[in-house]
């Protein structure tokens, strides 16, 4: 089974802040790697299909990165609607999540 | 605009069985997978099983192998977990959630409100 860890769990940050956040994976899972940003009581909402392709609607503020088994997600300027719990997903082999990392405000 | 709204939720006892419900509309419903994801009280999210367009293959997770069954109508737009043998560890809020294809990557486009799941005696 592919695994997921994330990097940092969590973060506080400040309104304007450049944010990254990381995503391993256990092995190489090319670019089958997707990012969702989930708010308390809320269902998860896609941000980022296969490492770096921003979903439509999703502000440009958001990007990722990488491929193979390290990834990251940077916000290029923290929102206040941003802050949130953000989850790696791979599919390359099953589905599987990372941990979450969650971002709140310092 | 894309909606699926989840039914059936509730406290089961431990040994008990369930059946979710999840009702489709505004896509084609027969032209996606579809999948069952869960998330446990303040826990992350874990991927349960998915189906096929035609129903003709489902997947589960190894912890509900057995015991999940994933099925779908297409002629009524709806996507059904059957859970049986329930565990305390399968309390949870259980996500109906479209598959989506894009750029190369499998992925959860669209997501249910969620229905919440308990196991307690």
């Known amino acids: 089974d592919i695994q997921m860890t994330q990097s940092p769990s969590s973060l506080s940050a400040s309104v304007g802040d450049r944010v990254t956040i990381t995503c391993r994976a256990s092995?190489?899972?090319?670019?089958?790697l997707n990012w969702y940003q989930q708010k308390p009581g809320k269902a998860p909402r896609v941000l980022i299909y296969?490492?770096?392709n921003l979903e439509s609607g999703v502000p440009s503020r958001f990007s990722g990165t990488g491929s193979g088994t390290d990834f990251t997600l940077t916000i290029s300027s923290l929102q206040p609607e941003d802050f949130a719990t953000y989850y790696c997903q791979q599919s390359y082999g099953g589905f599987t999540f990372g941990p979450g990392t969650k971002v709140d405000i310092k | 605009e894309v909606q699926l709204v989840e039914s059936g939720g509730g406290l089961v006892q431990p040994g008990g069985s369930l059946s979710l419900s999840c009702a489709a509309s505004?896509?084609?419903?027969?032209?996606?997978?579809m999948s069952w994801v869960r998330q446990a009280p303040g826990k992350g999210l874990e991927w349960v099983a998915n189906?096929?367009?035609?129903?003709?293959?489902?997947y589960y997770v190894d912890s509900v192998k057995g015991r999940f069954t994933i099925s779908r109508d297409n002629a009524k737009n709806s996507l059904f977990l059957q859970m049986n043998s329930l565990r305390a560890e399968d309390t949870a809020v259980y996500y109906c959630a479209r598959g989506q294809y894009d750029s190369g990557s499998y992925g959860f486009g669209n997501w249910g409100q969620g229905t919440l799941v308990i196991v307690s005696p």
């Open positions: 189906i096929k367009r035609d129903g003709s293959e489902k």
């Open positions: 296969a490492a770096s």
């Open positions: 505004g896509f084609t419903f027969g032209s996606h997978w």
């Open positions: 092995q190489s899972i090319n670019i089958n």
